[in-house]
Every structure is written in C-alpha cells, then in structure tokens.
C-alpha cells in the first residue's frame, strides 16, 4: 500500500509541476535549465521546476516501487505462506543501487549459496591466479637406465585432478570442464627418463582422510552428491561413472593404480602399487599444475560441484589454519568474512559447499560477497547461465530470461536458493541474492525461483527519462 501511495504521490507531482507556469529570471529549455541568450526566438515548453528536468530520479522511483510491489506479492502468495517469515530477498538496480532489501539480517540456510562465500575467501586468500601443483617424488633421481626404487604421487588437494575420458563428460549434462591431466603428469615422467618403478605409492597426508562429514545426510554418499574427501582424489572420488557412479574406496590407491595403468601403456614397468607418505628430503622428478583458482571456482559454482568446495575449505585449513581439515578450514572462511568486510552479520558454517543443514548466512553476507565481486570477476563469470551453462542449462529454455539470468542455484529439502544477475527489459542488470527456507516441496522451490527471476525480467515497468524529459523549445510566434 505505502508502494502505491508512493507512485500517486510521484505521479501527482509530475502533474502539477509540469503544468505550473511560475515566473523564472532566465529562459530555460530542453537543454536542462541552461541560460539562453536574452532575446532568443524560441522559448521553453518545460518549466524550471518540474520534474521532467529530473526524469530520471523520476523514473527510477516508479520502477523501484513497482518492483517492490511484485516482489511483495510473489512472497505473499500462499504456496510461500510457510516460508514467508523464513525468506531474505535483496536486489540492487543496474546502478547497484538497493532497490528492494527484505529480512536482510534472517540467519538462514543456504543450501549451495554458501558456495559464494567460499568462492570469495579462495580467490582472496589463495589468489585467483595460483595453482595447485601435484608432484611425483623419490628419494634419488633416475638411475642411468631409468630405475627408481620408490616413487609416491603426492596429493596436493588438487580437485580438477582426472582422466581424460572423465573430463570429457564430468561437467553439467556430461560437457567437458577444466581438468587436470593425469596423462599429461604420466608423459613428464616418461619426458623425465624413468623406465622401471619398484613401488608406486599415493601419498594423500596433505589433508586428513574424512571422507564425510558425520553432520551429512548418509544419503549424500550413495546418491552420490559428493565423493570422498582426499588430498589425493582422482575423477571426483569415483571409480566408476556410467552407468552409475561408484565412489573410490582407497582414493590414495586409486590414484597410484590409474597412474600405475598410463605409465605401463607407455612402457614404463611399474611394481606393486599402494600408499604411504612420501620422505620429507625426497626429490621431485615431474610434476604437473592446475589450472588457476579463478577457473577451479568456476567448476564449483558452475557445476554446484560439492568436493570441489570441500576440498577448497580443506586447502584454506592446510595453508592458512595449520591443518588439512575442515575445521580448520571453516575456521579460516570465518575470520576472512571479516576481513572481507562481513563481520557482524549472521554466519554460521560448518563445511564449505553447502550440503550441511547447520550452515546460516544472510542476504545481507550473500548480497554482500556479490557487491563486492561484481559481475566481470571470477566469481560473476563462473555462474551458471539459464538455458546454456551449467545448473542452469535446462531451466528458461522457452522464456525471455534465456540467456540473461547468471546465478548459483541451491536447493536442500525445504530450501531453495538463487543468488547472481539478471537482466532487465532494458539491457540493465540487477544484483540479487534469495535465500528461502520452509518451502513445502522441490518443485515449489524451482517456482519460486522462477517467478522471481521473471519479476527481475520485467523491470524496470516505469517510463524511460527520455519519455518522460524536458519538451523540445517552443518555436517563436510567427508575426
């Protein structure tokens, strides 16, 4: 109601200062109220003071309390009865303006919105540019004839750390993503002149080897939502990913036995395989990078890729908290939410992707990370696009926001998230971040997102300034 009262009060303004005559000292047109030379011809059709010289302010109010309004009847809708006190909503104008701001400080679960938070703390306090290196270690080079005795494949954290053949199909609706090759790393091995390994041993002791959280939900293992934490994780923890995925019993075996396999297809001989922690005064006979942080967070939030986010919390811990673990890790996001200018408002974490139902964080935190990222960072370019890239791929097929809204989706049971931009009907984006708890079902969750998404499509519903600006001079009268 305040909305409407608003807009009639804007509207009756309009009206009475543009009919208004009232005396002026100089001549003013359509060029703004500028002085005209005394004398000139022509003579103004827009008063000094009506409100088409400021058509813009103009503008942006009607736009501002139309959107509030559509956005308080969205909410008001009885399928989000229940989640109605349970909603934050923020939203700021294509100029970052806030436009509509509800319940900001509501400490709620984020479902994979979380994955914004620890996109930020990576790229801040790992750097968007560093790379995880993965070695292979012994304690002496290569013997003349290419002889080593032990040789251990030491885990670096590396989550992009794959096959070829899972790259090719690990990304949403199986399209390929960044990887890190294990071939490649098996090629400098060949390049760095080992012929014959007695043992080859996976070395995951960077990090600890909780494979699951206790607070998850048993069900995370076996749909599988996440495969196993490892320092040393190959092909996203799985052994198997078609016809249905099969998470790594021994991720440190497993990554020995996979590079075991492509080093005796290019005539290496390899012995037994196993796992250990390699020697501290070892020597690094080949090695292979990541790709950067900046593209390994795009994974995680283009994909919603839990490990991804697990085992960045672990890598902040190892680097920054004094152990590879996730306490350690959150414990680290935590105090650089502060530092990243966030302290003082509702956040409560427990991993680092999202899965976890003891998660909260605001509107205030998400609104926040997005303000202070934009749209042209990593983060703003790793969303997922509608009806093109990642979560995003199959949704708005058919409707106007195909193609203009980039976002990271979230959903738990009864949870429902979706934060990023959206474009306008005039070319404009707006910032957004919704987090919704108390939804009744799925499928209510993924309305919700929907009609919010269209509400942002739709704006701004308000004359364009030009429409609305000064009237063009009054010719002189003919004599």
Known sequence: MRGRIGLNMVAGLCVALSLGSGAVAVVSG????????????????????????????????????????????????????????????????????????????????????????????????????????????????PSADGSVGDLWLVGSGDPLLATADFAAIAGWLERPRPATSIEGLADRIVNAGVRRIGRLLGDESRYDTVRYLPTWEPNYATDPDIGPQSALQLNGGFVQWRPRAIPQSAPATNGATVLAG????????????GEGRAPDNGVTVAQIESPPMADV??????????LVAELIVKELGARFGGAGTTAAGVAVERTAAQELGLSGRPLVLTDGSGLDRGNRLSCEVVD?????????????????????????TRRFLNSPAAGK???????????????????????????????????????????????????????????????????????????
């Open 368 to 392: 926040a990370v997005l303000a202070r990222s934009g749209e042209d960072s990593p983060i703003g370019k790793g969303l997922s696009v509608a009806g093109a890239i990642g979560t995003l």
């Open 297 to 306: 967070v795009g994974v995680m939030l283009r994909d919603s890729d839990n």
């Open 262 to 273: 492509l080093l005796r297809a290019r005539g290496v001989t390899v012995g037994s395989v």
């Open 30 to 141: 359509a060029d703004g109220g500028k002085p005209r030379p005394a004398g000139a011809a022509a003579t103004p059709a827009t008063p000094v003071f009506s409100l088409r010289r400021v058509a813009g302010a103009v503008s942006r109010t009607v736009a501002g309390g139309r959107l509030r309004e559509d956005l308080d009847a969205l909410l008001a809708q009885p399928l989000y009865a229940g989640a109605a006190d349970d909603t934050c909503l923020a939203v700021r104008d294509p100029d970052g303006r806030p436009v509509y701001r509800r319940q900001m400080d509501k400490a709620l679960i984020p479902a994979s919105n979380l994955k914004l938070l620890t996109a930020a703390v990576a790229l801040a306090k790992i750097g968007a540019d560093t790379r995880y290196v993965t070695p292979v270690r012994s304690p002496s080079p």
């Open 405 to 479: 809204v980039k976002a990271k989706t979230g959903s738990l049971d009864g949870v429902t998230s979706l934060s990023g931009w959206a474009t306008g009907r005039q070319g404009g984006d707006l910032q957004f971040a919704m987090l919704a708890n108390g939804i009744p079902y799925e499928s209510a969750g993924t309305a919700l997102q929907n009609q919010l998404v269209n509400v942002l499509a739709s704006y701004p519903k308000a004359p364009a300034p030009a429409d609305i600006g000064p009237l063009p001079l009054r010719p002189p009268p003919t004599k």
